[in-house]
């Protein structure tokens, strides 16, 4: 396990977020909240995200950056 959230982009999250494979922290437990704060020193404390593990899903934490021009250009910004 990494010490480093993960990083999407708000395209990306709300992708995530439609196949409710994301949210925001206040959906998840306050016990969870507090070990990823502890875990993930870089966290924002705002959105957690389910991405494959070395064994099987993983639900962490995640910051978000804003989309790139390239995504833009391409139309996949969906904020």
Do not use: C, I
């Amino acid at each position: 396990m990494s010490d480093t959230t993960d990083v999407l982009t708000r395209s990306e999250y709300t992708r995530k977020r439609k196949a409710q494979q994301a949210g925001p922290v206040s959906e998840l437990m306050p016990g969870t909240v507090e070990r990823f704060k502890q875990l993930y020193p870089d966290w924002k404390a705002k959105n957690w995200h389910v991405s494959p593990g070395a064994y099987g899903l993983h639900l962490g934490p995640v910051n978000l950056v804003r989309d790139t021009p390239q995504d833009e250009v391409a139309g996949n910004s969906d904020v």
